[in-house]
């Protein structure tokens, strides 16, 4: 809550307090420390959470039992809010700034590869929770649509979804489990109209080739994405839905895309999945409890 409180200026408007020198600072040791939030940021949330349980951890094996209770707690919030706000909260910024300069800057200069590439790896990310912060990006690039034309992460966000259900809906097709199928035919539906979670870690990463698989469709279709110059002019659903969220000359190239995505994930996952040595791992899963896993994105 300390990094989000409202005493601090929005995550939103730091860089605008900074070009008219409004950002207020406080005087610590003599540094001047920033009084800015991190609204919409996700890697320095991650750092902190881990720095906060480190911290926490170290202070319960070195406190006496006496004063474990009442000062752990003190002394973890003090140390880690001081470590955030001087050190590790402007540095895991500039990480997460970096990082939305760098998918700007391959989107820009190498286009379809660069859509590829993010398309490729983007369900890595969503495991991560790093796909948390491209909707603060996404967000800029539809306010200046003038300049930039729009976003290109809502479409390839909206094939990658699409493949990770077109992999659940192929091991329908695969396994002969009722619980397996069950999950299989509801979580791959939810992945398709947006929600990949139920998908994504109750099947596709238990399996793990049709986790691949998703990753190689929605790579395939996001370079044609990138080749056809797909942009988003609003946010919305990231699914087949999404149609409504594509510029209008680009609706056939975005549900091309969508047609594609299914077609290779669900296509090298059954594939892939009929083969002799696979089917160990199949009969593996089916002997298990399906996980019903019902996460929203």
Request: aromatic share 10%.
């Given at each position: 809550?300390?990094?989000?409180?409202?005493?601090?200026?929005?995550?939103?408007?730091?860089?605008?307090?900074?070009?008219?020198?409004?950002?207020?600072?406080?005087?610590?040791?003599?540094?001047?420390?920033?009084?800015?939030?991190?609204?919409?940021?996700?890697?320095?949330?991650?750092?902190?959470?881990?720095?906060?349980?480190?911290?926490?951890?170290?202070?319960?094996?070195?406190?006496?039992?006496?004063?474990?209770?009442?000062?752990?707690?003190?002394?973890?919030?003090?140390?880690?809010?001081?470590?955030?706000?001087?050190?590790?909260?402007?540095?895991?910024?500039?990480?997460?700034?970096?990082?939305?300069?760098g998918l700007l800057w391959l989107y820009q200069?190498?286009?379809?590869?660069?859509?590829?590439?993010?398309?490729?790896?983007?369900?890595?990310?969503?495991?991560?929770?790093?796909?948390?912060?491209?909707?603060?990006?996404?967000?800029?690039?539809?306010?200046?649509?003038?300049?930039?034309?729009?976003?290109?992460?809502?479409?390839?966000?909206?094939?990658?979804?699409?493949?990770q259900g077109a992999a659940a809906l192929a091991?329908?097709?695969?396994?002969?489990?009722?619980?397996?199928?069950?999950?299989?035919?509801?979580?791959?539906?939810?992945?398709?109209?947006?929600?990949?979670?139920?998908?994504?870690?109750?099947?596709?990463?238990k399996l793990k080739f049709p986790f691949i698989?998703?990753?190689?469709?929605?790579?395939?279709?996001?370079?044609?994405?990138?080749?056809?110059?797909?942009?988003?002019?609003?946010?919305?659903?990231?699914?087949?839905?999404?149609?409504?969220?594509?510029?209008?000359?680009?609706?056939?190239?975005?549900?091309?895309?969508?047609?594609?995505?299914?077609?290779?994930?669900?296509?090298?996952?059954?594939?892939?999945?009929?083969?002799?040595?696979?089917?160990?791992?199949?009969?593996?899963?089916?002997?298990?409890?399906?996980?019903?896993?019902?996460?929203?994105?």
């Amino acid at each position: 809550m300390m990094m989000v409180s409202p005493a601090l200026v929005s995550g939103y408007h730091v860089s605008t307090a900074l070009a008219n020198h409004q950002l207020p600072y406080w005087h610590f040791l003599g540094l001047p420390v920033a009084q800015a939030g991190y609204q919409g940021s996700v890697i320095p949330m991650l750092a902190v959470a881990w720095l906060l349980a480190t911290i926490e951890k170290q202070c319960h094996k070195r406190l006496p039992e006496a004063l474990d209770y009442t000062f752990a707690p003190l002394i973890t919030i003090l140390v880690t809010a001081i470590l955030t706000f001087v050190i590790v909260g402007p540095v895991m910024r500039d990480v997460s700034d970096s990082l939305t300069a760098g998918l700007l800057w391959l989107y820009q200069t190498s286009g379809a590869f660069g859509t590829g590439v993010l398309g490729l790896f983007y369900a890595p990310l969503v495991i991560t929770g790093l796909h948390q912060s491209f909707p603060a990006i996404e967000t800029q690039l539809i306010a200046n649509v003038n300049k930039t034309g729009g976003s290109f992460i809502f479409p390839i966000a909206s094939v990658s979804n699409i493949a990770q259900g077109a992999a659940a809906l192929a091991v329908l097709f695969l396994t002969k489990d009722k619980k397996q199928r069950g999950l299989a035919s509801s979580a791959s539906m939810s992945a398709l109209l947006g929600i990949t979670e139920p998908a994504m870690f109750g099947i596709n990463l238990k399996l793990k080739f049709p986790f691949i698989a998703s990753m190689i469709g929605s790579g395939v279709a996001s370079i044609y994405l990138g080749l056809t110059h797909v942009l988003a002019v609003s946010l919305g659903s990231n699914s087949v839905l999404g149609f409504i969220s594509i510029a209008t000359q680009s609706i056939p190239a975005f549900l091309i895309s969508c047609l594609i995505s299914f077609s290779v994930s669900f296509s090298v996952t059954y594939l892939y999945g009929r083969r002799q040595e696979v089917s160990e791992i199949l009969r593996d899963a089916d002997r298990q409890p399906a996980d019903n896993v019902a996460t929203t994105n």
